[in-house]
């Protein structure tokens, strides 16, 4: 795997837990579960690829970086398609969840079965996990785990 697909691949992760707002809380706890679900699942897919970097990838986890990234992210996504709109994407999300694996997530093949609420296009929604951060902090983690530099190594 070259850099740029792993980090194509910790994009896609993050994009796939990205296009969902919250008012609610309940809608954050969602979405956090199937974040931390994504992220352990691109974990394992990195490491399988790159076996080098095992314990050195960043925990699935959220810590209140990545809480407040989405949280600005969810409020986003409320804004534009209302908390119908949300609770349609979380619910194609767990179904895309429940069936997942590190190959399906890696592939894209995962990503096919979600898409974004009516109202949100793809650049609306890149824009709101640019402007709250999303890719900032999870790319962050990347190089605090060391997995980054590895994965830099690996070139």
């Given amino acids: 795997m070259t850099l740029p697909r792993a980090l194509t691949a910790a994009a896609l992760a993050a994009a796939l837990v990205a296009p969902l707002p919250a008012l609610a809380q309940s809608q954050l706890d969602r979405m956090e579960v199937l974040s931390e679900q994504a992220n352990a699942l691109m974990n394992e ?22 809480r407040s990234a989405y949280s600005c992210m ?33 592939s894209g093949e995962m990503a096919s079965g979600v898409s974004q609420p009516a109202g949100m296009s793809d650049e609306q929604a890149q824009a709101l996990m640019t402007g709250c951060g999303v890719m900032e902090v999870m790319m962050a983690r990347m190089a605090e785990s060391g997995a980054m530099g590895i994965m830099m190594q690996q070139q």
């Avoid at 897919?45 to 990545?66: F, K, S, T, Y």
């Fill in 45 to 66: 897919a990195l490491v399988a690829q790159i076996p080098a970097l095992e314990g050195n990838m960043p925990d699935p986890a959220w810590d209140d970086r990545v």
């Fill in 74 to 106: 969810l409020d986003g996504y409320v804004d534009a398609v209302g908390e119908d709109g949300v609770d349609e994407m979380l619910d194609q999300m767990e179904v895309a969840m429940a069936d997942a694996t590190p190959e399906t997530l890696m």
